[in-house]
Nanobody, 119 residues
Framework: QVQLVESGGGLVQPGGSLRLSCAAS????????MGWYRQAPGKQRELVAT?????TYADSVKGRFTISRDNAKNTVFLQMNSLKPEDTAVYYC???????????????WGQGTQVTVSS
């Protein structure tokens, strides 16, 4: 089994910063893509950022959010600066994980962490 555990969410004022972390554990041989998604109330889950050897970002967060990873610790981070009320959502970690040589990469999700941006 593979588990992804997020941390770092919370309440922050507009213009503030938060750093999310997501650690993968369990039966892990290799991880390819890692990423962050978010889902606001009444809306569909949307991509925030992904990282492999390079990075991609949603237009709405470019220049404000930075994704990074520590491969040795199977951990991905999301540094969020200049936060806006519209960034309020549950943030989910995602990773494509292979559990052995020749095994397929399967998509795994964390349980989500709430980020609320409000004064």
């Amino acid at each position: 089994q593979v588990q992804l555990v997020e941390s770092g969410g919370g309440l922050v004022q507009p213009g503030g910063s938060l750093r999310l972390s997501c650690a993968a554990s369990g039966s892990i041989f290799s991880i390819s893509v890692m990423g962050w998604y978010r889902q606001a109330p009444g809306k569909q889950r949307e991509l925030v950022a992904t990282i492999t050897t390079g990075t991609t970002y949603a237009d709405s967060v470019k220049g404000r959010f930075t994704i990074s990873r520590d491969n040795a610790k199977n951990t991905v981070f999301l540094q969020m600066n200049s936060l806006k009320p519209e960034d309020t959502a549950v943030y989910y970690c995602n990773a494509y994980v292979s559990s052995g040589v020749g095994a397929r990469y399967l998509s795994r999700w964390g349980q989500g962490t709430q980020v609320t941006v409000s004064s």
